[in-house]
């Protein structure tokens, strides 16, 4: 079966950056989209881009270009996430998600709470 | 960006039917989705491009629309669906997600 296994919280200074991961199992790694997803306590989901394991091709939301650092590792089917220059802005949980049909989101990582304080 | 418009909630008795209503500020196509989040879990796909149930998804749920104006149904509703529904437009970029809506079952 699919599953997404993503890393456990991080507590992180302002100014610094922070790399989580999400680890594939169950398909086969380089056929498929990696997306990531950052939802703040209250609100809504945004769309932070994807990767391509197969060729390391990527595809960002221009809000989040120079913020967002996609990575991924065939050797060990796992997808990483690098935030840079963190601010309060960046609390949040962050989700990987397998991307099917052009941005079909259907199997989702249990997500990563990243909290930014001094 | 395409904005997308939920209302944000709804409620309902077990055994109604309800219908979730998504906007789209422009179009986009059939590439529609909708996702369940219950609190503290991860969103979970419900029904992908506007009318597609995922796999494993109860019958109950269903999707339509096209376009600008797209709608998930749950018929009939039952107390586990007490959740937060999202739909996510994958057509323009970047993907949007609308704002959610909660549904309380009375």
């Known amino acids: 079966q699919v599953q997404l296994q993503q890393s456990g919280a991080e507590l992180v200074k302002p100014g610094s950056s922070v790399k989580i991961s999400c680890k594939a199992s169950g398909y086969t790694f380089t056929s498929y989209d990696m997306h990531w997803i950052k939802q703040q306590p209250g609100n809504g989901l945004e769309w932070i881009g994807w990767?391509?394991?197969?060729?390391?091709?990527?595809k960002y939301n221009q809000k989040f270009n120079g913020k967002a650092t996609l990575t991924a590792d065939k050797s060990s089917s796992t997808a990483y996430m690098q935030l840079s220059s963190l601010t309060s802005e960046d609390s949040a949980v962050y989700f990987c998600?397998?991307?099917?049909?052009?941005?079909?989101?259907?199997?989702w990582g249990q997500g990563v709470m990243v909290t930014v304080s001094s | 960006d395409t904005v997308l418009t939920q209302s944000p909630a709804l409620a309902v008795s077990p055994g109604e039917r309800v219908s979730i209503s998504c906007r789209a500020s422009e179009g986009v196509n059939s590439y529609m989705h909708w996702y369940q989040q219950k609190p503290g879990q991860q969103p979970k796909l419900l029904i992908y491009k506007a009318s597609n149930l995922a796999s494993g998804v109860p019958a109950r749920f269903s999707g339509s629309g096209s376009g600008t104006d797209f709608t998930l149904t749950i018929d009939p509703v039952e107390a586990d669906d007490t959740a937060t529904y999202f739909c996510?437009?994958?057509?323009?970029?970047?993907?949007?997600f609308g704002s959610g809506t909660k549904l309380e079952i009375k």
């Open positions: 996510q437009q994958s057509w323009n970029d970047p993907f949007t």
């Open positions: 998600a397998r991307g099917e049909i052009r941005g079909t989101l259907d199997y």
């Open positions: 990767i391509y394991p197969g060729n390391g091709n990527t």
